[in-house]
């Protein structure tokens, strides 16, 4: 799996005090400006195909340490990314243009490069 483009996270422009746990946004998956699909799958099978579409997301503010280092959780919450061509014929009809993408588990530790700056969308 690979990103042909920027997965573009946009938080929703909601300003409170203090640490959240839920900070929404939406994560988009194709190019907001042509909507081509930025990410490329290859099986092994030499099946391969894109993934489109945005999908909805939560930002949390506290930290999570993991082998010592301090992330923050981006985490997919909802539906919305799908099969994009061109699907190759290696496929044999396992996936088709816009059948549905389910993530299970999609969480990403997120931290800044360097040195670790606490992310916290307020005033």
Known sequence: MSADCLLDVVMD????SGVDA????TLYASDRSSGTPCISVDERA???YQIGGEV???FN???TTVDGIDYQELTIIGDGLHIAGPITRNCLGSVRDG???????????V???ATYQHINFSD
């Open 13 to 16: 422009d909601i300003v409170t």
């Open 22 to 25: 839920a900070v929404e946004g």
């Open 46 to 48: 030499a099946c391969s």
């Open 56 to 58: 909805p997301v939560a």
């Open 61 to 63: 503010e506290n930290t």
């Open 99 to 109: 059948d549905p993408v389910t993530v299970q588990g999609g969480t990403f530790l």
């Open 111 to 113: 931290r800044t490069a």
